[in-house]
Structure formats: structure tokens, C-alpha cells
């Protein structure tokens, strides 16, 4: 393992780009994550019923309906087909991260997001093994399990158990039940599952991950020649499996993250000290060289200095 593998995740980005520089994405999410929350949560609390309902459902300023997609699809299985203001607001929502990118509602909007991170970042200071990880497809049987469920129950099967709806139940109500779910998330991912719920099972993520598999918006890995293999990149993503194809691709390789499991967080962006990634679109065809050799620039570096 070389020295730039040992150093902390990130401090070469900071050093280079400063602080802020290499928290930009990161700051962006959290801002956006708590500003919805904040949103849903201004009504009850205080009053001010600019947005009325939650992530399920909403209206905002009594003129824009949204609506989850899946929430719909499962009333429509259960039997009870939604009203019009409802199915407007689905077809808002769903072509909107149809082209940003399913997963952004993860990364950007879904406040468990916070609940898994926080997970992480205490999974990893604890230096515990990954533990359990389910096969990455588990996520597509929950979503049909739910689905199925939700068909033969006549009832929304997910709704009951959702941590996204409990979360935001147990912030309005207080103390109760609902918050039972969310700590069984985060004790979940800490103890026994690293990234298990929303890299693995979560049946939402897949559903937005299968909305957003076209997405015009795409992190690429644009100046891969100048990788260093520091892994930083790797140590950040809450789906590293989707890195690799773009970044250690020959040059005739497009460099565009394709994987619907990209949540479009941003971090590889952050963390890499050598700007490879950035925000870009699935129809980017800057030319975008790969490795010139099967050395990194590191080993090169590393035998030069022998
Ligand atoms: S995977 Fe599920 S819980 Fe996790 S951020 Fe996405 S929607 Fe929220
Ligand atoms: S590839 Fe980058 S943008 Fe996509 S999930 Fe991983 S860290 Fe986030």
C-alpha cells in the first residue's frame, strides 16, 4: 500500500483545494437535504404551510403538486387508482429525475441519506469489518417484493414500514414508534451492514435508480490520465462499483459514470486532489485519454524515486 493510500480520505484535496473546495458537493447536499426537510417541517412547527404534506405527497404554495412515483405504483396495485393532482404530481417528479438522474433524489433530497452517512462515518472511525453485504441486486427483490405486496394486501406495503415517511413522522409527532425504524437504519449500517440499507436494500433507491437510467446528467471521470491512485474516489462512494469502468477505461472508453446506481453526490468530485471527475452530460464526447501505460502516475513516481 503506498503512503498516499494511508493518508486520511480526502486531505490531499484539502490541502490542495482548501476546505471548502473539497467539501463543496457535500455542503451543497446537506444544504439541500435539510432546506426540504425544513419545508415539510415549517407547517406543523410553526405555521407557515408554504409546502403541505411530506416527501410522499405534496403541494406547494397551493399551485405545484408532487408525488412519489413508487407511492403511486403501489396505491395503483393496492386498488385505489390516485386522483389527478396526484398523477400530475408523479409525472413532475418522475420526469424531473428522469433527467437529472434518478438517484439525485438520494444524494440530494431523501433525509435517511443523513441518517446512512452519519452510519458510515461512525462504521469507519469504529474501524468495524464490512460485515454483511447483501448481493447488489437485493434492492430490485425488495422493490418487487413490495410491489407484490402491495397487490395482495391492498394496502400501500411499504408506507408502513418506509424510514423516509417515519423520519419525517417522528420530527412532526415527537417522540413514538416511527423513530424505532430510523435508528434500526442507522444501527443496521453501523453494526452489521456497511452501506447495507441504502446501497443494498433500500426499494426506493432502486426504484429511482431504475427511473433515472437514461439521466442526461453524469459525473465523468474527464482527466483520468492524471489518476493517482490515491482511492479516495473509491473510499467516498456510496457505490464505488460504479468508479471503476470509467476511470480505469482505455482511452477509447467513455469516462461518463453510466451506472444508475451513481447517486450524482458529488464526492469523488470533492475528494480527488487531481480534479479528475466533474459534472457533466451522457453526451459529453470530449476525447479523454486513458492510462498510457499500466503504471499509474504514483508507481511511476514510486520507481523513479527507487
Ligand atoms: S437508498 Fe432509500 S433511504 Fe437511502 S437515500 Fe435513497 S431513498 Fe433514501
Ligand atoms: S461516482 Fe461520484 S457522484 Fe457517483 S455515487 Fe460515487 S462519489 Fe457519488
Given at each position: 500500500?503506498?503512503?498516499?493510500?494511508?493518508?486520511?480520505?480526502?486531505?490531499?484535496?484539502?490541502?490542495?483545494?482548501?476546505?471548502?473546495?473539497?467539501?463543496?458537493?457535500?455542503?451543497?447536499?446537506?444544504?439541500?437535504?435539510?432546506?426540504?426537510?425544513?419545508l415539510f417541517l415549517i407547517g406543523p412547527w410553526f405555521g407557515i404551510w408554504w409546502v403541505k404534506g411530506n416527501l410522499a405527497a405534496s403541494m406547494t404554495l397551493d399551485i405545484l403538486p408532487l408525488a412519489d412515483p413508487l407511492m403511486l405504483l403501489q396505491s395503483a396495485l393496492a386498488g385505489h387508482w390516485p386522483e389527478q393532482t396526484a398523477l400530475v404530481g408523479a409525472l413532475i417528479v418522475a420526469v424531473t429525475y428522469a433527467l437529472i438522474g434518478g438517484?439525485?433524489?438520494?444524494?440530494?433530497?431523501?433525509?435517511?441519506?443523513?441518517?446512512?452517512?452519519?452510519?458510515?462515518?461512525?462504521?469507519?472511525?469504529?474501524?468495524?469489518?464490512?460485515?454483511?453485504?447483501?448481493?447488489?441486486?437485493?434492492?430490485?427483490?425488495?422493490?418487487?417484493?413490495?410491489?407484490?405486496?402491495?397487490?395482495?394486501?391492498?394496502?400501500?406495503?411499504?408506507?408502513?414500514?418506509?424510514?423516509?415517511?417515519?423520519?419525517?413522522?417522528?420530527?412532526?409527532?415527537?417522540?413514538?414508534?416511527?423513530?424505532?425504524?430510523?435508528?434500526?437504519?442507522?444501527?443496521?449500517?453501523?453494526?452489521?451492514?456497511?452501506?447495507?440499507?441504502?446501497?443494498?436494500?433500500?426499494?426506493?433507491?432502486?426504484?429511482?435508480?431504475?427511473?433515472?437510467?437514461?439521466?442526461?446528467?453524469?459525473?465523468?471521470?474527464?482527466?483520468?490520465?492524471?489518476?493517482?491512485?490515491?482511492?479516495?474516489?473509491?473510499?467516498?462512494?456510496?457505490?464505488?462499483?460504479?468508479?471503476?469502468?470509467?476511470?480505469?477505461?482505455?482511452?477509447?472508453?467513455?469516462?461518463?459514470?453510466?451506472?444508475?446506481?451513481?447517486?450524482?453526490?458529488?464526492?469523488?468530485?470533492?475528494?480527488?486532489?487531481?480534479?479528475?471527475?466533474?459534472?457533466?452530460?451522457?453526451?459529453?464526447?470530449?476525447?479523454?485519454?486513458?492510462?498510457?501505460?499500466?503504471?499509474?502516475?504514483?508507481?511511476?513516481?514510486?520507481?523513479?524515486?527507487?
Amino acid at each position: 500500500m503506498s503512503a498516499k493510500t494511508q493518508s486520511p480520505v480526502g486531505s490531499e484535496a484539502i490541502e490542495l483545494k482548501g476546505w471548502l473546495a473539497a467539501h463543496k458537493y457535500l455542503l451543497l447536499r446537506r444544504t439541500t437535504q435539510l432546506l426540504f426537510l425544513a419545508l415539510f417541517l415549517i407547517g406543523p412547527w410553526f405555521g407557515i404551510w408554504w409546502v403541505k404534506g411530506n416527501l410522499a405527497a405534496s403541494m406547494t404554495l397551493d399551485i405545484l403538486p408532487l408525488a412519489d412515483p413508487l407511492m403511486l405504483l403501489q396505491s395503483a396495485l393496492a386498488g385505489h387508482w390516485p386522483e389527478q393532482t396526484a398523477l400530475v404530481g408523479a409525472l413532475i417528479v418522475a420526469v424531473t429525475y428522469a433527467l437529472i438522474g434518478g438517484r439525485v433524489y438520494c444524494s440530494w433530497v431523501c433525509p435517511i441519506n443523513i441518517v446512512t452517512d452519519a452510519s458510515h462515518w461512525l462504521h469507519d472511525r469504529l474501524g468495524l469489518p464490512k460485515g454483511w453485504q447483501p448481493k447488489a441486486n437485493t434492492r430490485y427483490f425488495m422493490l418487487t417484493a413490495i410491489l407484490i405486496a402491495s397487490a395482495m394486501t391492498g394496502t400501500l406495503a411499504f408506507e408502513l414500514v418506509n424510514p423516509i415517511t417515519m423520519l419525517h413522522r417522528g420530527l412532526v409527532f415527537g417522540l413514538g414508534f416511527a423513530w424505532t425504524f430510523v435508528i434500526g437504519i442507522f444501527l443496521f449500517d453501523v453494526l452489521l451492514a456497511r452501506r447495507g440499507w441504502c446501497s443494498h436494500l433500500c426499494p426506493v433507491g432502486a426504484f429511482y435508480g431504475l427511473l433515472g437510467s437514461k439521466a442526461l446528467l453524469r459525473v465523468s471521470a474527464t482527466d483520468r490520465a492524471a489518476c493517482d491512485d490515491c482511492m479516495d474516489c473509491f473510499a467516498v462512494c456510496p457505490e464505488m462499483h460504479v468508479i471503476t469502468p470509467a476511470l480505469r477505461g482505455r482511452s477509447e472508453d467513455t469516462p461518463i459514470i453510466l451506472s444508475r446506481d451513481c447517486t450524482n453526490c458529488g464526492r469523488c468530485i470533492d475528494v480527488c486532489s487531481v480534479s479528475v471527475f466533474q459534472f457533466t452530460h451522457r453526451f459529453d464526447q470530449r476525447p479523454s485519454p486513458g492510462r498510457t501505460s499500466g503504471k499509474s502516475k504514483l508507481a511511476h513516481k514510486a520507481t523513479e524515486a527507487a
